[in-house]
């Protein structure tokens, strides 16, 4: 028979498990939804990294690809949100 505090452990390891198998799902829906919205030539411009308390973090090597995300910021984190049941991402962090 397992003791509490080690229920309570285990159950908290899969929870951060979970977290972070949903939130590698939300950065490869967005690097999607980038791609769908600019087409391929993006792959090569920004990309997202990672998602870290509903804000997903993007990286971009160029100014005129993360202004055009900036642009259609709304569009893209309703589109990311539409693909999971419940809010995924409030906010988009860029990384140049």
Known sequence: MKSLGSLIQSKAQ???????????????????????????????????????GRVLTITC???????DIRISEGRIINEINKRFDNLQVEKIRYLA
């Open 61 to 67: 090597l160029s100014l005129t690809a993360a202004r």
């Open 14 to 52: 899969q929870s951060q498990i979970l977290r972070g198998a949903l939130s590698a799902q939300v950065v490869e829906a967005a690097n999607l939804v980038l791609q769908n919205f600019f087409g391929e030539e993006i792959v090569d411009q920004a990309r997202a990294v990672y998602l870290k």
